[in-house]
């Protein structure tokens, strides 16, 4: 957390002023002062294996809530607050000011596992072994509801050169398009200005915009040899995002920029690969 913020001056004009201790520039201490939460009900079902087939889904609906959810990753931005070193009051009102959904707070996911081993048939003749026996077939079926984030207002309306935010109107996931266009409604973002709102610091929460979740399905499709009682040789086809489901990034978080609510970016799509294993 910061400790040499700049100082405002207010009248008779709003500018920045000088920084608490004026030999320095940012002094940036870590504290061991933040905490964490999380809550979850956690659910799974397992088939045990019958005739080679064995699946295993399982259900979590979580809630992680921290003043900070790491330093430096994630984009996430720092305190709006400046602490005194040694006044537990500013430290704690910082922290208040930061408590929220933790980045990688995930409210819903459902993941399903499954595996299908077909005989090997060794009481077949060799034509039917080698076309039909020595199958393996895998699969994982995902899903999940997305992360949060927070609107940054770059304006430096606060003077003390510190994070800003910018007034919240309206829940912004409420009526926000869902689209790669505007995935948030960000009408509900009130931007501050300096000549009008010198001094103040925005009322948006931490992180209480959420971005897309995403569903993928892997699944593998396995052919066994036996060359030997102790050699083996696999051929494997893998196909990752088999159904090619888009997982889109996070929306732009800066109000005001012209990336403001749009996704700009995505993960890959489907892959395939072949792939031979020989064990001994």
């Known amino acids: 957390m910061e400790v040499n913020p700049t100082i405002p001056i207010l009248t008779p004009t709003p500018r920045i002023g000088p920084r608490l201790f004026p030999a320095f520039s940012l002094v940036r201490p870590t ?127 606060s003077l003390t050169s510190l994070t800003n935010r910018p007034n919240m109107t309206c829940d912004p996931n409420a009526g926000g398009a869902r689209t790669t266009a505007q995935w948030f409604n960000t009408t509900c973002f009130q931007r501050l200005t300096v000549a009008a709102n010198a001094g103040q610091h925005g009322d948006e929460p931490r992180n209480a915009v959420r971005g897309p979740g995403f569903s993928r399905t892997d699944v593998s499709l396995f052919k066994n040899f036996a060359v030997t009682r102790s050699q083996q040789v696999q051929l494997r086809l893998e196909a990752f995002n088999v159904f090619n489901q888009e997982r889109f990034g996070q929306p732009g978080a800066t109000a005001g920029s012209p990336t403001f609510g749009v996704i700009t970016s995505a993960d890959e799509g489907r892959i395939v690969q072949i792939g031979v294993k020989y064990t001994f």
């Open 31 to 157: 504290f061991s002062a933040a905490e964490s939460w999380y809550d979850s009900l956690q659910g799974s079902a397992r088939m045990r294996p019958w005739r080679g087939l064995n699946v295993l889904a399982s259900y979590t609906l979580g809630h992680a809530v921290d003043d900070v959810s790491g330093l430096n990753i994630g984009g996430e931005s720092r305190p709006m607050l400046p602490v005194t070193i040694g006044d537990e009051a500013s430290i704690d009102a910082a922290l208040a000011r930061e408590r929220g959904d933790a980045l990688f707070d995930v409210r819903h996911r459902f993941v399903l596992s499954f595996g299908y081993v077909l005989p090997v048939l060794s009481d077949r003749g060799a034509a039917m072994r080698l076309a039909l026996g020595g199958w393996q077939m895998n699969g994982i079926i995902q899903g999940q509801t997305g992360f949060p984030l927070t609107v940054v207002e770059p304006n430096n309306v």
